[in-house]
């Protein structure tokens, strides 16, 4: 089966994990909203990140920072200057467009190889746009002026006055909540190194770029874990990390062949050393989450832009340090996609129909069970069963349609079960249960119900 990205959008349209974001607007670009079914998968693929690095984890505490941050934060973190996109706006069609990404497009197209065009500088990107003639890719003149550079932070201003001093930002990620936050729960929650921060939440990159649906959006979720270690520690846990990671993403049904680690070639002057985990997307192999040994640079560079102490001082030892972080991080909505990805399945069945049926791990199916009544006298019985099922985890009613309609809603949205009242049911008091992905029927006492679902949805 071939998944393309255009037929995934439209199945998340249609059934409703995702939608085009301010839709009856003609929506607003690279802005998605989730659905009845998306908002719960989302929600359960951060209670599972959440379980296995916060909850499974002896030392890491959980932070929820303030989206908005004292401006000296991105002056410390080094984004107010360099955080930004090179960008050309071409004089003929005012199409503005990143120059790295024109070079980048030209040498596929000409397969010329042997540059990184997101290393040049902007004098090196001037130059190669200027001897090629790269044209732009809306008219296909090439007449661009030159390269300006637009800061990705969105702006935003507290208060009526209009004073720059009043201006600030909505965070471009979530790792500074944590640094910000090291000495508070070091002292509240009496950490010892090696300890971790962990956080989700909301992040805001001001880029033009296509974002091929949910997988680059200017709104994003992040999951992220910051380990604080002691220098000679950092380069173990960076690939003690590396495997958690993986095994996460293993652990949640991803085969092993579509993923794969990818160094950094390039890292940043403070980093010792950096990866990504790649997923083969439809669109080819790209970015999942990172993992990054970051040295003691975001301590120590809050250090210097506060004036706050950020040195460890070891009970054991009496040893003095500013710890080293290792950084792991994975974006929720990518790894949402990821999953769809993952999940979607077009199956031949017996009798020549066809089914699409996402094959989520049951932890991240949006509903657990699936109520369907086999006839109108039944409702009453299904509707008892159903509300008392509701109070363990989520799950739906279905009472319209055939049955064979009523499988093939569910198997769309990935219900791991379909519990089926008959009139045997009202006799003693057992229900058939029938499995998302074999399709093969058990029957069950009502009692025992619970325990059967709860067991198989475990993460
Ligand atoms: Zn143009």
Same mark, same amino acid.
């Given at each position: 089966?071939?998944?393309?990205?255009?037929?995934?959008?439209?199945?998340?349209?249609?059934?409703?994990?995702?939608?085009?974001?301010?839709?009856?607007?003609?929506?607003?670009?690279?802005?998605?909203?989730?659905?009845?079914?998306?908002?719960?998968?989302?929600?359960?693929?951060?209670?599972?990140?959440?379980?296995?690095?916060?909850?499974?984890?002896?030392?890491?505490?959980?932070?929820?920072?303030?989206?908005?941050?004292?401006?000296?934060?991105?002056?410390?973190?080094?984004?107010?200057?360099?955080?930004?996109?090179?960008?050309?706006?071409?004089?003929?069609?005012?199409?503005?467009?990143?120059?790295?990404?024109?070079?980048?497009?030209?040498?596929?197209?000409?397969?010329?190889?042997?540059?990184?065009?997101?290393?040049?500088?902007?004098?090196?990107?001037?130059?190669?746009?200027?001897?090629?003639?790269?044209?732009?890719?809306?008219?296909?003149?090439?007449?661009?002026?030159?390269?300006?550079?637009?800061?990705?932070?969105?702006?935003?201003?507290?208060?009526?006055?209009?004073?720059?001093?009043?201006?600030?930002?909505?965070?471009?990620? @979530?790792?500074?909540?944590?640094?910000?936050?090291?000495?508070?729960?070091?002292?509240?929650?009496?950490?010892?190194?090696?300890?971790?921060?962990?956080?989700?939440?909301?992040?805001?990159?001001?880029?033009?770029?296509?974002?091929?649906?949910?997988?680059?959006?200017?709104?994003?979720?992040?999951?992220?874990?910051?380990?604080?270690?002691?220098?000679?520690?950092?380069?173990?846990?960076?690939?003690?990390?590396?495997?958690?990671?993986?095994?996460?993403?293993?652990?949640?049904?991803?085969?092993?062949?579509?993923?794969?680690?990818?160094?950094?070639?390039?890292?940043?002057?403070?980093?010792?050393?950096?990866?990504?985990?790649?997923?083969?997307?439809?669109?080819?192999?790209?970015?999942?989450?990172?993992?990054?040994?970051?040295?003691?640079?975001?301590?120590?560079?809050?250090?210097?832009?506060?004036?706050?102490?950020?040195?460890?001082?070891?009970?054991?030892?009496?040893?003095?340090?500013?710890?080293?972080?290792?950084?792991?991080?994975?974006?929720?909505?990518?790894?949402?996609?990821?999953?769809?990805?993952?999940?979607?399945?077009?199956?031949?069945?017996?009798?020549?129909?066809?089914?699409?049926?996402?094959?989520?791990?049951?932890?991240?199916?949006?509903?657990?069970?699936?109520?369907?009544?086999?006839?109108?006298?039944?409702?009453?019985?299904?509707?008892?069963?159903?509300?008392?099922?509701?109070?363990?985890?989520?799950?739906?009613?279905?009472?319209?349609?055939?049955?064979?309609?009523?499988?093939?809603?569910?198997?769309?949205?990935? @219900?791991?079960?379909?519990?089926?009242?008959?009139?045997?049911?009202?006799?003693?008091?057992?229900?058939?249960?029938?499995?998302?992905?074999?399709?093969?029927?058990?029957?069950?006492?009502?009692?025992?119900?619970?325990?059967?679902?709860?067991?198989?949805?475990?993460?």
């Amino acid at each position: 089966m071939n998944l393309t990205m255009d037929k995934l959008v439209n199945h998340c349209k249609t059934v409703g994990f995702v939608y085009r974001g301010s839709d009856i607007y003609d929506g607003l670009a690279n802005t998605w909203d989730y659905g009845p079914v998306g908002v719960e998968l989302k929600n359960n693929i951060k209670k599972a990140w959440w379980k296995r690095f916060v909850q499974e984890s002896d030392n890491t505490f959980g932070v929820d920072a303030a989206i908005l941050m004292n401006s000296r934060v991105w002056e410390a973190s080094g984004h107010t200057t360099g955080f930004s996109d090179p960008k050309m706006d071409c004089k003929e069609c005012k199409m503005r467009e990143r120059a790295d990404n024109l070079v980048e497009e030209y040498c596929k197209k000409h397969k010329i190889t042997g540059l990184t065009p997101d290393a040049m500088s902007n004098e090196e990107l001037e130059k190669f746009i200027e001897e090629h003639k790269v044209p732009c890719p809306k008219c296909g003149k090439s007449n661009w002026t030159p390269i300006r550079n637009f800061n990705l932070m969105f702006e935003t201003s507290r208060g009526v006055t209009d004073e720059s001093q009043n201006k600030i930002y909505l965070r471009p990620e @979530t790792a500074q909540g944590e640094f910000v936050n090291f000495l508070n729960v070091q002292r509240t929650s009496r950490a010892k190194v090696p300890f971790g921060i962990a956080q989700i939440g909301k992040a805001f990159r001001n880029e033009i770029t296509p974002g091929n649906f949910i997988f680059r959006t200017i709104e994003f979720e992040q999951m992220e874990h910051q380990l604080f270690c002691k220098q000679e520690d950092a380069q173990k846990f960076y690939e003690e990390y590396k495997q958690k990671a993986m095994q996460f993403l293993l652990d949640l049904g991803f085969p092993r062949e579509n993923l794969r680690y990818k160094d950094h070639d390039k890292l940043a002057h403070y980093a010792k050393a950096a990866c990504d985990i790649q997923y083969l997307f439809p669109v080819g192999w790209e970015e999942l989450n990172g993992i990054h040994h970051r040295s003691n640079y975001d301590l120590s560079r809050h250090q210097e832009f506060s004036g706050k102490n950020m040195t460890y001082l070891d009970p054991q030892t009496g040893e003095k340090y500013i710890p080293n972080d290792i950084e792991y991080s994975i974006g929720c909505d990518r790894l949402l996609l990821a999953t769809l990805c993952n999940a979607y399945d077009e199956e031949t069945l017996d009798g020549g129909d066809t089914r699409v049926v996402m094959h989520f791990h049951p932890f991240l199916a949006p509903y657990k069970v699936a109520v369907l009544p086999l006839q109108k006298d039944l409702n009453d019985k299904a509707r008892e069963i159903y509300r008392n099922l509701q109070k363990h985890f989520m799950c739906t009613i279905d009472e319209a349609g055939s049955i064979g309609k009523r499988y093939r809603r569910q198997d769309q949205i990935g @219900t791991p079960y379909c519990l089926t009242v008959d009139f045997d049911t009202l006799q003693d008091n057992t229900v058939t249960l029938r499995d998302r992905d074999s399709m093969e029927q058990v029957r069950l006492p009502l009692d025992q119900v619970v325990s059967y679902i709860v067991e198989k949805i475990q993460f």
